[in-house]
């Protein structure tokens, strides 16, 4: 049998390439456009909800009434979420929907139901002061006994407070009562005087707007699962290290992650636990600012203890909450310890050694990796590594920031 020539071959190659690469995009493009990704029902919903006069919110009217804020392209489809693309005030924003699918049987696809559970508190008739302790009680829960609790409830009534009359209605009120039972708008509320959480610009019910990140995940392609098989990580690498920003700007974005671990490692509301490190919760904007994708990833430390007080376990597996803030599991008395082991700073070390490493400057490359291997293998209580912990994130950062200071990338 006579050889193809080598050029041939090289085309095939190249059309092999090109297909797998068409093939993401076109599933990237569609794959998320799933039955549950409507916003019209969305809307829909929302709008009947604020017509009533059951909630407010400050994007109401620009939703409802005025037809200004529309939803775009569907991004996302999670359990509790639906992702959008959309336009307000002339600046591109993300907006997020609270919005399930309903499991009856014979109803059908378009049998789609907004929890009503969320509008039942507060009730008609509840005091101020009952409103408050409501607040308390709850935050209490979320985020941990604080001795700031007092401001963050103080925080959460002037934002429901959407007229700006100085009284909490009780559509504003119910309005924010649904908005705190989503992990991600605690987190906005707690961390909104921070530079690189994402910020709330504005709700309607349970549905709220945040501003837009231009770039979305640490990589620029990720392959879905499906391609795998077909798609060698190694090639997927080496496209990721093409694709990726110049060496100073990753630079630039890894500061901002390592100042945003510093900032929940000990912060006015207690600790947080970055609970799924993985590329696609790690985004930043046009000037290269690390911006977090999302907080959906992200726990408060009482959550977490919460979660593993307790709890039964045969394995350390057992003893994770949402995908890698695991403790260990006692095996005589068969429980979780409630202490989360690998801390923040660990885990995103790990994410940034290929984003970080490729093209690094030859005079800060060797630095660089063995402060990157102290970092990945930080391990132990956070009560008793507190001072480590600081003295290696410092190192890291100074060493990145001397290389790109006083240069138009700082």
Request: hydrophobic letters at 40%.
């Amino acid at each position: 049998m006579s050889r193809l020539p080598a050029v041939k071959v090289k085309y095939l190659l190249v059309a092999w390439f090109g297909i797998l690469v068409a093939s993401w995009v076109i599933y990237m493009q569609y794959s998320s456009y799933s039955e549950l990704c409507r916003g019209h029902v969305c809307t829909m919903l929302i709008c009947d909800h604020y017509r009533r006069g059951i909630i407010s919110g400050s994007v109401c009217k620009s939703l409802c009434e005025e037809k200004t804020l529309s939803l775009q392209r569907c991004l996302s489809v999670t359990p509790t979420h639906q992702v959008y693309s959309a336009v307000w005030k002339e600046k591109a924003v993300l907006v997020k929907c609270g919005i399930e699918e309903s499991m009856r049987g014979e109803n059908g696809p378009d049998s789609l139901w907004h929890d009503n559970n969320l509008y039942d508190k507060p009730t008609r008739g509840t005091s101020m002061d009952e409103f408050r302790a409501m607040l308390h009680s709850f935050l209490k829960d979320s985020v941990g006994e604080q001795s700031s609790l007092g401001t963050l409830v103080n925080r959460v009534i002037s934002l429901a407070d959407v007229s700006g009359d100085g009284k909490v209605s009780l559509a504003e009120a119910k309005s924010v009562w649904a908005l705190l039972q989503i992990n991600e708008f605690v987190l906005m509320v707690a961390l909104q005087d921070k530079e690189h959480a994402p910020h709330l610009l504005g709700f309607c019910g349970d549905l709220y707007v945040t501003e837009h990140i231009a770039h979305s995940t640490l990589f620029r392609l990720e392959v879905p699962g499906w391609l795998q098989p077909v798609f060698p990580a190694a090639l997927s690498i080496t496209l990721n290290q093409w694709l990726a920003p110049a060496w100073p700007r990753r630079a630039r974005i890894t500061i901002g992650l390592l100042e945003f671990v510093e900032e929940v490692f000990h912060g006015v509301y207690g600790s947080f636990y970055i609970c799924d490190a993985s590329p696609r919760r790690v985004g930043y904007n046009e000037k290269y600012d690390f911006k977090m994708a999302d907080l959906q990833s992200v726990a408060s430390e009482a959550t977490v203890k919460g979660f593993l007080r307790g709890r039964t376990c045969e394995a350390n597996a057992d003893c994770t909450y949402g995908r890698d803030c695991t403790a260990t599991c006692d095996r005589l008395a068969r429980q979780c310890n409630s202490e989360v082991v690998q801390p923040n700073l660990a885990k995103v070390c790990a994410l940034l050694q290929d984003f970080l490493l490729f093209g690094a400057p030859s005079d800060l490359r060797e630095d660089l990796e063995k402060q990157l291997r102290t970092c990945v293998t930080l391990s132990g209580l956070a009560s008793q590594m507190e001072v480590h912990h600081s003295l290696v994130l410092n190192n890291l950062k100074t060493l990145l920031w001397k290389k790109i200071s006083n240069t138009k990338y700082s």
